[in-house]
């Protein structure tokens, strides 16, 4: 497409003057408003005029556009755009009455004539590939002055390149013709190539540029920018460097500007181009986005880590309502009816749901892609600890279900247990040097769904001292301090059944003859006995797991020459011994 352009352009030689004027005039308050910039993006009805690629899309419009010039001139036109990518348009130019006077400077014989020129105009859009459109334009043109016609003929071709809601760029020749007679004339139309872009990502701004290079002008500069204010109202300004004389009517005379407001299916238009010394003129059209059914919404939804496709149920909220299933290759399709917000529940199993929506325009086909994550296996996350310094320990995780494994813990006592089919598991901690008796919890792990839990573990066959235990002298009582440690130390024995337990009771070094305790001995083994019973009563421990023993003041920790050092060894201690 590119080539025949080239080719066109570079075969034209000795153009000569050319004719139709009107067709350097910018046609639509829209274009017009953004500078007349309207190549790499002519949307909708509006592209018959500039650049029939524009036409591509399934929307039915029908606009009516009214232009008021100087002295009586005035332009109306209509176009139409079909859901096909069929496009026409009507333009009808008039001056007015003018007064008709003969070679003599009599009044003529018709006192006065009104000058006109008809412009019809075909067009065509379609797709070359996914983001690339063409067009293709044939026009009809026909002037009649005082006793004289004159009829024309044109074509127009064009490309447009659209990445949404980036970026697109259009290439069209405009008016192409063979020489044709004017009068006496030979001439030709104002053949124009023009290459154009827009930029759109910084949202709610859109910005257009373009160059247009007409055979018998020089070139042209255009400018264009829109601001959106919540998808109502549109503000534009615009600036080109013809094909008006900027020497003579001013700088001004280039500017552009104009506003769009939408309401419902609806667009008002309105835009004034400034023309220094002569005025303002202005145009004002109304567009309509017809009731037709051919707008589709096409959601794709597919595997969020994959891309593979998903034929996942969706239920549709909003402007549309609906409960289906995608296909096989995760496509599900619905008519778009109005504009407006459109919700989404998706769900497929072993996929977590999703909640999504997007907004419909109502006047075009839209495309939206939902990602689902998959649920996948569960997870197990925890510590490895002392059981009763709270330390954390380093080792290794063992763990049987429905499937087997074991992992390691890190220095700081964590493991993470990954990709666990769903089902029951036995986790058993084993500390590094195995030092410790291997302790197991139960867990039940669920899809998608991160458990911890918490493993401590009882080191083998050393004592453990109840800290903060004292007895007073030649007393086996229990403190109620005591008792809250005890209560402690009686959940861990009962979590581990497969331990026995040597309770060891000691005295200082006085000796004690007492009428309950004749002497050390006796005193020792009653601190022990006193803790069994105690574990056995209120913490519901199994006696047979519980050996007491007395040692008196045989094992001392602490010396016995000060009262500190005396309290410290009134104790008892506990030791794993199976």
Not at 117 to 127: K, N, S
Not at 501 to 507: C, D, K, L, Q, V
Request: glycine share 10%; hydrophobic share 35%.
């Amino acid at each position: 497409m590119i080539l025949i352009f080239l080719f066109t352009i570079f075969s034209i030689r000795d153009v000569g003057t050319t004719a139709f004027p009107l067709l350097k005039v910018g046609i639509g308050p829209k274009p017009s408003a953004l500078g007349e910039a309207y190549v790499g993006l002519p949307t909708g009805v509006s592209a018959i005029f500039w650049n029939p690629a524009g036409l591509i899309g399934r929307e039915l419009q029908f606009e009516v556009s009214h232009q008021e010039w100087f002295g009586g001139i005035r332009d109306e036109v209509l176009g139409i755009k079909l859901p096909n990518g069929l496009g026409v348009g009507f333009l009808h130019s008039s001056s007015g009455e003018i007064e008709v006077w003969d070679a003599t400077n009599y009044p003529g014989t018709e006192p006065t004539i009104t000058v006109a020129t008809e412009y019809l105009q075909l067009g065509y859009g379609g797709r070359i590939a996914k983001e690339w459109h063409y067009g293709l334009g044939t026009k009809m043109l026909m002037e009649s002055g005082y006793r004289e016609y004159t009829f024309a003929f044109g074509a127009d071709l064009g490309i447009i390149h659209y990445q949404k809601k980036r970026f697109g760029f259009g290439l069209v020749v405009n008016h192409l013709t063979p020489k044709f007679y004017y009068g006496k004339a030979k001439v030709t139309l104002p053949i124009t190539i023009s290459i154009g872009g827009i930029y759109e990502r910084v949202r709610p701004f859109r910005f257009l540029t373009a160059l247009s290079l007409p055979i018998d002008n020089r070139p042209i500069l255009k400018l264009g920018a829109e601001y959106e204010i919540k998808r109502i109202v549109a503000l534009r300004l615009g600036y080109r460097t013809g094909p008006q004389d900027l020497k003579n009517l001013g700088f001004l005379s280039g500017l552009t500007a104009g506003l769009g407001v939408k309401i419902d299916r609806y667009e008002i238009n309105y835009c004034f181009v400034p023309y220094g010394e002569l005025g303002l003129t202005h145009r004002i059209g109304i567009t309509a986005l017809l009731p037709y059914g051919g707008y589709r919404l096409k959601v794709k939804v597919y595997d969020q880590d994959d891309q593979a496709p998903l034929p996942a149920h969706l239920q549709l909220t909003g402007i549309i309502t609906d409960d289906r299933s995608a296909d096989r290759l995760g496509r599900y399709e619905a008519r778009i009816k109005k504009k407006g917000w459109v919700y989404f529940t998706v769900s497929h199993d072993g996929y977590f749901t999703k909640i999504d929506s997007t907004y419909l325009f109502g006047d075009r086909d839209q495309e939206y892609r939902i990602g689902l994550k998959k649920i996948g296996e569960g997870m197990i996350y925890g510590h490895l600890y002392d059981a009763f310094t709270k330390e954390p320990l380093e080792g290794r995780i063992t763990y049987d279900g429905p499937i087997r494994g074991e992992a390691m813990t890190t220095t700081h006592g964590t493991f993470k247990i990954k990709e666990l089919p769903e089902g029951s598991y036995l986790l058993i901690g084993h500390d590094r040097y195995g030092a410790y008796y291997p302790d197991s919890v139960p867990i039940q792990v669920e899809p998608g769904v991160m458990k911890s839990c918490e493993i401590y573990l009882i080191k083998k066959k050393e004592p453990i001292v109840l800290k903060a235990i004292h007895f007073e002298t030649a007393k086996a009582e229990l403190t109620e301090e005591a008792k809250a440690i005890l209560d402690e130390i009686g959940r861990v024995i009962k979590e581990n059944p497969e331990i026995g337990i040597e309770i060891s009771g000691h005295t200082d070094a006085r000796e004690i003859r007492t009428a309950e305790f004749k002497d050390n001995w006796e005193l020792s083994l009653a601190r022990a006995n006193a803790v069994k019973d105690y574990l056995v009563k209120k913490c519901r421990i199994d006696h047979r797991r519980l050996i007491t023993k007395g040692y008196a003041d045989t094992r001392p920790i602490a010396p016995n020459t000060t009262e500190e050092g005396m309290a410290k060894n009134r104790r008892v201690e506990f030791k794993i011994i199976r």
